[in-house]
Nanobody
Framework: QVQLVESGGGLVQAGGSLRLSCAVS????????MGWFRQAPGKEREFVAS????????YYADSVKGRCTISRDNAKNTVYLQMNSLKPEDTAVYYC????????????????WGQGTQVTVSS
């Protein structure tokens, strides 16, 4: 069983920054592509960013491109999402997810999920 634990969420003013972390409880972390998704109240879960096994390839939703950076540290079994220039519309619960193989943009293609961390951006 793979466990994912997100941290780093919180309340921030518009224009501020947050760094989310996701710790994975598996020594084979480097065999999982990782993704970040978010879900706002009343909306469907949406893709934010994903990263390949080695970290050499990254993908972003248009809504966050240029403001967010996904990265991973395979020695620490952790994936990060640095979010800058935050906007009120970024308010959501942010989830990290893992899957074997290459990264994907659709949530059903991910096998393991964390419990989520709340990000609230005030205007």
């Amino acid at each position: 069983q793979v466990q994912l634990v997100e941290s780093g969420g919180g309340l921030v003013q518009a224009g501020g920054s947050l760094r989310l972390s996701c710790a994975v409880s598996r020594r084979t972390f480097s065999s999982y592509a990782m993704g970040w998704f978010r879900q706002a109240p009343g909306k469907e879960r949406e893709f934010v960013a994903s990263i390949s096994l080695s970290g050499s390839s990254t993908y972003y939703a248009d809504s966050v491109k240029g403001r967010c950076t996904i990265s991973r540290d395979n020695a620490k079994n952790t994936v990060y999402l640095q979010m800058n220039s935050l906007k009120p519309e970024d308010t959501a619960v942010y989830y990290c997810a893992a899957r074997h193989g290459p990264p994907r943009l659709r949530s059903p293609e991910y096998e393991y999920w964390g419990q989520g961390t709340q990000v609230t951006v005030s205007s």
